[in-house]
């Protein structure tokens, strides 16, 4: 049972209005992995204040960096229950957590920042080490 | 204190590595840790040398991928408990570099020894809520001590580590409200609540494990660690 849009509205467009793309279906998700080619990220954004209160910000920082993923993309969970079901196909068999962010290169899974690292982090530390998979996964494939 | 909730320890919601003086280790939320115990949510547990790992091995593992729960609820008499770790600091000491290969493995069976969730009662068709025999009982004896001619509001409100918090109080009948009439008093829900708290069984545990009133919530994809929060 989703959340009400109007409550979950603000926590997308945190991610959206930096220019990441959201995948609401299955068929969204399998067209984004479609591209085997150079760096993909999915971030699996969630309600949950502790943890992806500061996921969002820190995803936010890290897209600063000069080096990032060619492809980025989002998915919903509780909301968009097919994506987030087809999301999680492509991560291998990471346990399934929210939020959480998986970094693919040439379509393999590279990376993993299960919620458990996420939660009670401050948004620069969450940032600090996306950067810094960035500069060593991203930059490395141009 | 628990980052949304005041009365709880400081790990409360935080999911954590609980090493025992035994063969065996824990990895779960943190629900709340006292002298007495430490309180486990969405648990997995490992024993020295299952699937020929040590209980280090595991833990690595399990601070890059995360863990398969096992396990609703555990609760651990902190005599048996040698240390409790933040699971997220071993994954940052580690880097967390997966590969497609080398990814933690999905649960095989159930550990022949969970520690048993409460029974509860389940709601009637058509029924929104149900309340256990002891939510009842507790209920009865907190109206006739604290607000005798009240009833009990049950909601949901916005908040929490899970997003949505629920709201149980002593309060008179509003306009709207939706009337679930128990011996001895009235449960009152207000009509958007009743959207989220359609098939919750309300329960009331007792004794040095019990937790007060609990919310069984069949709907919810995700909980807090203290149960007190969820998300749909």
Request: aromatic share 6%; charged share 25%; hydrophobic share 40%.
């Amino acid at each position: 049972m989703p959340y009400p849009e109007e409550l979950v509205a603000p926590m997308r467009k945190e991610l959206t209005t930096a220019g990441v793309k959201e995948l609401k279906t299955a068929a969204d998700v399998d067209a984004f992995m479609a591209d085997k080619s150079g760096t993909a990220m999915i971030i699996v954004n969630s309600v949950c204040g502790c943890a992806a209160g500061g996921a969002r910000p820190g995803v936010k920082m890290a897209l600063q960096n000069a080096s990032k993923p060619d492809r980025i993309a989002t998915v919903f969970a509780g909301q968009d229950v097919d994506a987030v079901k087809q999301a999680r196909g492509y991560f291998a068999d990471v346990p399934p957590s929210s939020p959480s962010i998986a970094i693919f290169k040439d379509g393999e899974l590279v990376h993993f920042v299960p919620r458990h690292a996420i939660e009670g982090r401050a948004p620069q530390s969450i940032a600090q080490e996306l950067t810094k998979v960035f500069d060593s996964v991203c930059a490395a494939a141009k | 204190m628990g980052t949304f909730h005041q009365d709880k320890s400081e790990l409360h919601g935080i999911t954590v590595v609980v090493d025992t003086n035994g063969p065996k280790v824990y990895v779960g939320r943190c629900d709340d840790m006292d002298d007495e115990k430490v309180i486990l949510l969405d648990v997995d547990v490992h024993e020295d040398g299952q699937n020929g790992r040590s209980k280090q091995q595991y833990v690595e593992r399990a601070a890059k991928f995360g863990v398969w729960k096992k396990h609703d609820r555990v609760i651990l008499p902190r005599a048996e408990v040698s240390s409790v770790k933040r699971l997220g600091e071993m994954h940052s000491q580690l880097g967390a570099v997966a590969t497609a290969t080398a990814v933690a493995e999905p649960p095989k069976k159930a550990d022949p020894k969970p520690v048993p969730a409460p029974v509860a009662a389940k709601p009637a068709d058509g029924e929104v809520v149900a309340l256990t025999a002891n939510a009842q009982a507790e209920v009865k004896r907190l109206l006739a001590l604290e607000k005798p001619g009240a009833g009990l509001r049950l909601g949901v409100k916005g908040g929490g580590c899970s997003g949505l918090s629920y709201k149980l109080e002593f309060d008179q009948k509003k306009e709207g409200d939706l009337v679930i009439a128990y011996e001895g008093f009235s449960v009152f829900l207000d009509r958007k609540s009743t959207i989220y708290l359609r098939g919750v069984t309300l329960d009331h545990q007792k004794g040095l494990q019990g937790k007060g009133f609990v919310f069984h919530n069949p709907n919810a994809t995700n909980t807090c660690g203290c149960g007190e929060s969820f998300s749909v």
